[in-house]
């Protein structure tokens, strides 16, 4: 019979096998994101290069008529007319209250924007489009979550843009789980623990100051 001692030995070695095998697939899983989020990062924070300039020329726009809208709200009626018109993106709503008879909003996504101009009475969409290149799209991912806080009733409305949010999530979730693995893997290094101690705590008052500095 295992003795107490053998038992919580055992425990320990299966605990940093398990440990181990988490980290060295989470980054696998996640290598491909950590690039993309540490690229459009880059390029977040780099406006003044090439690949960040996000182009606002416009197509010439172009008008289509629309069948009577269905909907109690605006917004309602502003995703009837996405509908109508197969459009797929983002709805972006304006702050401002709407002009009788008439919607105005935006539907985008990272590789195109349409501005729209609806005239309800007339049955009338005004559609502008504006593409935007490969790197300009990369770019605005970073931010692109098609959340709307500070607008009552949005919501996503398009599929991809909350399969986008939940990979993100993951991703925040994968990095904390590596990030604890790598303590206990560097904890269990007896010789590596001095120097550990000075870069953890580096990094603590380094991104304090930041934080604090900030706010």
Request: hydrophobic share 45%; net charge positive; proline share 4%.
């Amino acid at each position: 019979m295992a003795s107490p001692s053998d038992r919580g030995q055992r425990a320990g070695t299966v605990l940093e096998m398990w440990n181990r095998q988490v980290h060295y697939y989470l980054g696998l899983y996640f290598f491909v994101s950590l690039w993309l989020f540490s690229l459009t990062g880059l390029l977040l924070n780099h406006p003044q290069w090439a690949l960040s300039r996000i182009p606002n020329d416009a197509n010439p726009e172009y008008a289509i008529a629309i069948e009577p809208t269905s909907g109690d709200t605006d917004l309602a009626r502003a995703r009837d007319i996405v509908r109508q018109l197969g459009l797929k993106g983002e709805i972006d709503w304006p702050q401002s209250a709407q002009a009788p008879g008439r919607l105005d909003f935006n539907v985008t996504f990272p590789k195109r924007a349409m501005q729209l101009s609806v005239d309800l009475r007339e049955g009338r969409a005004t559609v502008r489009q504006i593409d935007r290149s490969l790197w300009s799209a990369v770019r605005i991912t970073h931010t692109f979550s098609g959340s709307r806080y500070n607008t009552p009733g949005m919501y996503r409305d398009w599929l991809l843009t909350s399969m986008w949010v939940t990979a993100m999530d993951a991703l925040a979730a994968g990095l904390l789980i590596m990030v604890i693995g790598s303590y206990y893997m560097w904890y269990q290094l007896k010789t590596k623990r001095a120097s550990g101690w000075i870069a953890l705590v580096a990094g603590f008052l380094s991104c304090g100051w930041i934080v604090f500095g900030l706010a």
